[in-house]
Nanobody, 122 residues
Framework: QVQLVESGGGLVQPGGSLRLSCAAS??????????LSWYRQAPGKERELVAS????????KYTDSVKGRFTISRDNAKNTVYLQMNSLKPEDTAVYYC?????????????WGQGTQVTVSS
């Protein structure tokens, strides 16, 4: 059974840093064509893509508001994807969700974590 478990959220002051982790179980990263992503959802807003990384070549994408501040990475040995968040702003406050899209032949399987709260406040 596939499971994604996020950790690392919490309360931080503006300008601070946090590192989110998403540990996957039930499959091995390097065995599949995958896109690993972090999304976030603030109260009253739609869920938005924050950052993604492709397994096949490690290419990354970021939403404009986090470019230069957030970094997505993965560790295949630990089956874990990370989101390093620096220079945090109050507008980064949201529940952050890990997302994995695994493609097998022509079929894509989508998995979500349970979410971890990030609050940026003084």
């Amino acid at each position: 059974q596939v499971q994604l478990v996020e950790s690392g959220g919490g309360l931080v002051q503006p300008g601070g840093s946090l590192r989110l982790s998403c540990a996957a179980s039930g499959f091995t990263f390097r065995n599949y064509v995958m896109t690993l992503s972090w999304y976030r959802q603030a109260p009253g807003k739609e869920r938005e893509l924050v950052a993604s990384i492709t397994e096949i070549d490690g290419s990354t994408k970021y939403t404009d508001s986090v470019k230069g501040r957030f970094t997505i990475s993965r560790d295949n040995a630990k089956n874990t994807v990370y989101l390093q968040m620096n220079s945090l702003k109050p507008e980064d406050t949201a529940v952050y969700y890990c997302n994995v899209v695994k493609t097998v032949r022509t079929v894509s399987y989508v998995y979500w974590g349970q979410g971890t709260q990030v609050t940026v406040s003084s």
